[in-house]
């Protein structure tokens, strides 16, 4: 079984990198465990971000951002949705 709260961390910190989003929440004990990031410039561009037991990240609507083998180009894939800067 991947340990997704260490995915999510990990997501987090690559979405915090970007310059135009904010990370504000990161809930690991809750079941689903996720992460609230949104727009800095915005107070509707938000999204909640969760991860499957096979690894893959998911807003809250059901798109895969992409999987925990490249972390990173899954915070981008939500800070191009966000309509962030990038990294």
């Known amino acids: 079984m991947l340990d997704t709260t ?3 961390e990990r997501f987090a ?8 989003l904010s990370v504000q929440t990161v809930a690991l004990a809750c079941d689903p465990a996720y ?3 949104r727009n800095r410039f915005s107070a509707t ?4 971000v ?3 037991e096979d690894g893959a990240f998911v807003t809250s609507w059901g798109y895969r951002l992409g999987t925990a083998d490249d972390v990173e180009a899954a915070a981008a894939r939500l800070a191009y949705l966000l309509a962030a800067l990038p990294a």
Do not use: N
């Open 6 to 8: 260490l995915f999510l």
């Open 13 to 20: 910190w690559y979405a915090g990198r970007h310059a135009d």
């Open 35 to 37: 992460v609230s990031v």
């Open 45 to 48: 561009l938000t999204e909640t």
């Open 50 to 52: 969760t991860c499957s």
